[in-house]
């Protein structure tokens, strides 16, 4: 069974950081990529970063309003994402969700997506 565990979001001023780490545990194969993505109050889900495995040439893709803000890292070993966020504005309120497609054997061999529970961010103004 895998499960993506989040931690690290609350409650924070403009202009401070906060930090989400993601870990996925159960029987992986590889990490074909992983990231976040948040969804405020009454819009759609949008991504913020994802990162693509090494062996997929390994590059990041941010949303373009986070660039320069956010950063996503990857600790290969321990199948664990993390998201400094810095700069926080109160437009980045919203419940930031980890995502990631893995390879797996069972139950079949396959890539599969698998979303975290969710855990609310909230910038005050």
């Known amino acids: 069974q895998v499960q993506l565990v989040e931690s690290g979001g609350g409650l924070v001023q403009a202009g401070g950081s906060l930090r989400l780490s993601c870990a996925a545990s159960?029987?992986?194969?590889?990490?074909?990529?992983m990231g976040w993505y948040r969804q405020a109050p009454g819009k759609k889900r949008e991504l913020v970063a994802l990162?693509?495995?090494?062996?997929?040439?390994?590059?990041?893709n941010y949303a373009d309003s986070v660039k320069g803000r956010f950063s996503l890292s990857m600790d290969n070993a321990k199948n664990t994402v993390y998201l400094q966020m810095n700069s926080l504005e109160p437009e980045d309120t919203a419940v930031y969700y980890c995502?990631?497609?893995?390879?797996?054997?069972?139950?079949?061999?396959?890539?599969?997506?698998?979303w975290g529970q969710g855990t609310q961010v909230t910038v005050s103004s």
């Open positions: 995502y990631a497609r893995l390879t797996l054997l069972v139950p079949t061999p396959a890539v599969y997506q698998y």
């Open positions: 990162v693509a495995a090494v062996s997929s040439g390994g590059s990041t």
């Open positions: 159960g029987s992986i194969v590889k990490v074909n990529d």
